[in-house]
């Protein structure tokens, strides 16, 4: 069905699954490990969908800042120090989209930088990918898929059968459009979840909280500006920013006009202040998790409206059985997904074809793997620039 800019069909609906292996286990890990409100968290997720669909008119990621949501699970900090990191890069973003700051610096980052920040994320999310399939991810310590009560079949891990079937099964279907890969692959995890799960749900109304975390104490805002936003802040710049707006114009050349760096500094802003008032995590529009919707199958923004739609109606539905229904997943499902994703991504270097396009691009990767992706962004930035003033030659 085709109503205006939105279409709604099985395909959008498969494109609007695929970037679920990315948002699913940091929110779960955030919710689980840091306190955030389950309710609160997928309330903020839908609704940004919705806004940001509505507005950019075509198909646009929501994914949680890595960064921060990756050390906040790690160290286990409170609630407060991860709702403070909300709160200072939804008014740092604000302030970046108000001055036109990304815009400034987008016209300085030579395109390879930009590849080599999409090739970078491309291989994180297809490793993570892996490591959900293998069972080796920090969810996955005592059973292979935790939340479904399964550990191995002797020595094999259960995780590795059902990604190696869910693998085979998406590549198979990669380009059908009669029965879509990421549909068919979620829609056979959610039933073996609701067949090992004894997970029980209660409907309801649920309403969103205004602060359900309580304010932030100076403490925490003094804890998350150097630990949790700092090394955020030019990953955000290079990934969801720069890099996301020239794959959307890359993807969607004549409907992303609206995808410009300042615009997407203005929606990342507004939804982790909005997502600071609910007890939901900071919130960002990822170059990766574009790729994922894209290759998959979305192609407007009515696979925005339809996880949106989901999201929105289960956590009011659900309130904080919210978090039970999620993991029904099988974290199988969200590695075949992340790898077929990064994989896409990756793909983004193909018009690469200079020697030292090509070599800021495998240096970044490397940096990447060794320390991180802000490291990354910088450094590259700042080899590609000499490069292109002859004080570094290959």
Request: a positive charge.
């Amino acid at each position: 069905m085709q109503l205006g800019r939105y279409r709604f069909d099985r395909m959008e609906l498969a494109g609007s699954l695929g970037d679920l292996g990315t948002l699913l286990p940091l929110a779960v890990g955030m919710i689980m490990v840091n306190g955030l409100d389950p309710m609160g968290l997928f309330f903020a997720v839908g609704l940004y969908y919705i806004i940001a669909g509505h507005y950019y008119g075509v198909p646009v990621a929501v994914q949680p800042m890595k960064s921060i949501g990756g050390y906040a699970v790690a160290t286990g900090v409170g609630t407060g120090s991860v709702s403070a990191a909300c709160l200072i890069m939804g008014l740092g973003m604000l302030a970046v989209g108000r001055w036109n700051l990304a815009e400034a610096l987008r016209r300085h980052i030579p395109q390879a930088v930009i590849r080599g920040v999409q090739a970078s994320t491309g291989v994180l999310l297809a490793t993570q990918g892996v490591r959900f399939m293998l069972g080796t991810h920090s969810l996955q310590q005592q059973l292979s898929e935790p939340f479904l009560g399964l550990g191995g079949l002797g020595p094999v891990p259960w995780s590795l059968i059902l990604g190696l079937a869910f693998l085979t099964c998406a590549l198979l279907l990669l380009n059908n459009p009669r029965f879509p890969a990421a549909l068919v692959v979620v829609g056979s995890g959610l039933l073996l979840g609701l067949v090992f799960s004894d997970a029980t749900f209660s409907f309801g109304l649920h309403l969103p909280r205004l602060l359900p975390l309580g304010l932030p104490s100076l403490a925490d805002f003094a804890y998350a500006l150097p630990v949790l936003v700092m090394p955020q802040l030019p990953m955000t710049l290079g990934n969801a920013v720069i890099a996301n707006a020239d794959l959307s114009h890359t993807y969607f050349p004549e409907s992303s006009s609206r995808v410009t760096p300042r615009s997407l500094c203005y929606s990342m802003g507004a939804a982790c202040t909005g997502a600071f008032l609910l007890g939901g995590m900071p919130m960002c529009h990822g170059a990766g998790g574009l790729a994922a919707h894209y290759r998959f199958g979305a192609r407007t923004c009515g696979s925005n409206l339809i996880i949106g739609a989901v999201f929105v109606v289960f956590s009011v539905m659900l309130g904080a059985g919210m978090l039970d229904a999620v993991r029904l997943l099988p974290l199988a499902v969200l590695g075949t997904l992340l790898l077929l994703a990064g994989l896409e991504l990756c793909l983004t270097v193909r018009d690469v074809l200079d020697r030292s396009g090509l070599f800021v691009v495998f240096c970044m990767l490397t940096l990447t793997l060794t320390t991180n992706l802000a490291v990354s962004f910088v450094a590259g930035t700042a080899l590609a620039l000499l490069m292109a003033r002859g004080r570094i030659t290959l």
